[in-house]
């Protein structure tokens, strides 16, 4: 049996949930708008196209082979590990690395065009990264992946 305690209860329980609905909505709304007006933040460092880019980053190459030795050549980057790797399809990887600097390799066959761009800041402790006065250099690899070399800090004149 309901007594009309019950009832008032029911009753204004029913009114509560619209404002309850309201308030979370509104809140939720605020939440949303402070997510879009702020600004995402990274932690770029020197660089100014992509965060640094460390061994764990992943580049997608179309051969491994020829892009290692670009980033040998170009960037100073030592080969320090190759295998393949089933989670990645069979696919080969290359590390390379310097110092701090470094990504590996993930060769990825063409299929009707290559992936989106790619880009990457490597930060160097010497050459070829330019000297301060000089500013970034920035250079394209053989796949058309952007790679920017900060300034290195030492070679102030």
Do not use: K
Not at 46 to 66: K, Y
Request: charged residues 15%; hydrophobic residues 40%.
């Amino acid at each position: 049996m309901f007594s009309s305690n019950d009832t008032l209860n029911v009753a204004s329980a029913a009114t509560f949930r619209p404002r309850h609905a309201l308030a979370t909505a509104l809140t939720a709304m605020s939440l949303l708008a402070t997510a879009c007006l702020a600004p995402a933040a990274a932690d770029m460092g020197p660089c100014n196209t992509a965060a640094p880019s460390s061994r764990t980053v992943h580049l997608f190459v179309s051969d491994v082979d020829q892009s290692a030795r670009w980033y040998r050549d170009n960037a100073g980057l030592a080969e320090e590990r190759r295998w393949i790797d089933a989670s990645f399809r069979g696919a080969t990887l290359v590390q390379l690395g310097r110092g701090r600097a470094g990504l590996t390799l993930v060769s990825a066959p063409q299929r009707g065009g290559f992936h989106d761009p790619q880009m990457l800041c490597l930060v160097l402790d010497g050459p070829p990264a330019p000297p301060v006065w000089q500013g970034a250099r920035r250079l394209v690899d053989p796949d058309g992946t952007s790679v920017e070399l900060p300034p290195y800090l030492g070679n102030t004149p």
